[in-house]
């Protein structure tokens, strides 16, 4: 089973541990965090941007600034890239260990046909569990809508799927001094009952995303078990601005 957080924010946290920290513990007990940014324009937004960056290569995941209007598909997107990233990466192991090649495009043409044709399966058939980790500070307000969009889009999404997939929904702050993160829905495969969660949300001020991060590795941890990472990954980093469509992304391969 492969287990992502998918943490929908601004960036600009501002209580608790660092998120930073909080993500490479994720990552530490096999659990990949991926960051949707829908920030602001100016010196607020370049933070947040740079801080949603860190957070994603901490959790071995990928990053990306988006419009609104642009959330959806972006978040379909990552879900699948890093399903085939964390595929790609434990099949080189094995041909490193079988076949003395580094990657599948070393492979002879017939065997190399093979093996991707198998990865293609797995990208399909592989048990996925989502716990989506939406940031409800103030600033996310008239991001909402968006948000609740592109959550949907992606549950209906996973339902395609051949392998069977989980989502559950957080958000953050929650409704007391200490309550940094609530639970609006443990795990289902029901897209209609994600739809639902959204008019019960309140938009708060604080921003605690590193002690919100942690909440749901304990979830996921209780949940769903630990897997510990004793080959962790060296991640190589590149950014990529496409001018096209003004989406800017950090990726972790």
Same mark, same amino acid.
């Given at each position: *089973?492969?287990?992502?957080?998918?943490?929908?924010?601004?960036?600009?946290?501002?209580?608790?541990? &660092?998120?930073?920290?909080?993500?490479?513990?994720?990552?530490?007990?096999?659990? #990949?965090?991926?960051?949707?940014?829908?920030?602001?324009?100016?010196? %607020?937004?370049? @933070?947040? +941007?740079?801080?949603?960056?860190?957070?994603?290569?901490?959790?071995?995941?990928?990053?990306?600034?988006?419009?609104?209007?642009?959330?959806?598909?972006?978040?379909?997107?990552?879900?699948?890239?890093?399903?085939?990233?964390?595929?790609?990466? +434990?099949?080189?192991?094995?041909?490193?260990?079988?076949?003395?090649?580094?990657?599948?495009?070393?492979?002879?043409?017939?065997?190399?046909?093979?093996?991707?044709?198998? *990865?293609?399966? *797995?990208?399909?058939?592989?048990?996925?569990?989502?716990?989506?980790? %939406?940031? +409800?500070?103030?600033?996310?307000?008239?991001?909402?809508?968006?948000?609740?969009?592109?959550?949907?889009?992606? #549950?209906?999404?996973?339902?395609?799927?051949?392998?069977?997939?989980?989502? &559950?929904?957080?958000?953050?702050?929650?409704?007391?001094?200490?309550? @940094?993160?609530?639970?609006?829905?443990?795990?289902?495969?029901?897209?209609?009952?994600?739809?639902?969660?959204?008019?019960? %949300?309140?938009?708060?001020? #604080? /921003?605690?995303?590193?002690?919100?991060?942690?909440?749901?590795?304990?979830?996921?941890?209780? /949940?769903?078990?630990?897997?510990?990472?004793?080959?962790?990954?060296?991640? &190589? #980093?590149?950014?990529?601005?496409?001018?096209?469509?003004?989406?800017?992304?950090? @990726?972790?391969?």
């Amino acid at each position: *089973m492969m287990k992502q957080i998918l943490l929908i924010t601004d960036g600009g946290s501002n209580v608790g541990e &660092s998120p930073i920290v909080a993500a490479a513990q994720a990552y530490a007990e096999g659990i #990949t965090v991926n960051v949707a940014g829908v920030v602001d324009e100016g010196a %607020i937004g370049e @933070y947040g +941007a740079a801080e949603i960056a860190e957070i994603a290569r901490a959790g071995g995941g990928i990053s990306q600034i988006v419009t609104s209007r642009q959330l959806s598909r972006t978040v379909q997107m990552m879900t699948r890239q890093t399903v085939a990233g964390t595929i790609r990466h +434990a099949v080189n192991q094995e041909l490193r260990q079988l076949f003395g090649v580094d990657n599948v495009g070393a492979l002879a043409p017939p065997k190399r046909a093979e093996v991707v044709k198998v *990865m293609e399966e *797995m990208e399909e058939t592989m048990s996925l569990s989502i716990a989506l980790l %939406i940031d +409800a500070s103030a600033s996310m307000k008239p991001k909402l809508a968006a948000v609740e969009e592109a959550i949907r889009d992606l #549950t209906l999404s996973l339902q395609a799927r051949t392998g069977s997939s989980q989502v &559950s929904v957080f958000h953050f702050p929650g409704d007391a001094q200490h309550a @940094y993160c609530v639970m609006d829905a443990g795990w289902t495969s029901n897209a209609s009952k994600i739809g639902s969660l959204f008019g019960r %949300i309140r938009m708060r001020g #604080t /921003t605690p995303t590193g002690p919100a991060l942690l909440q749901v590795v304990d979830f996921i941890r209780e /949940t769903c078990g630990r897997i510990s990472k004793t080959e962790p990954m060296e991640p &190589s #980093t590149q950014t990529t601005r496409v001018e096209s469509n003004g989406v800017r992304s950090d @990726y972790v391969v």
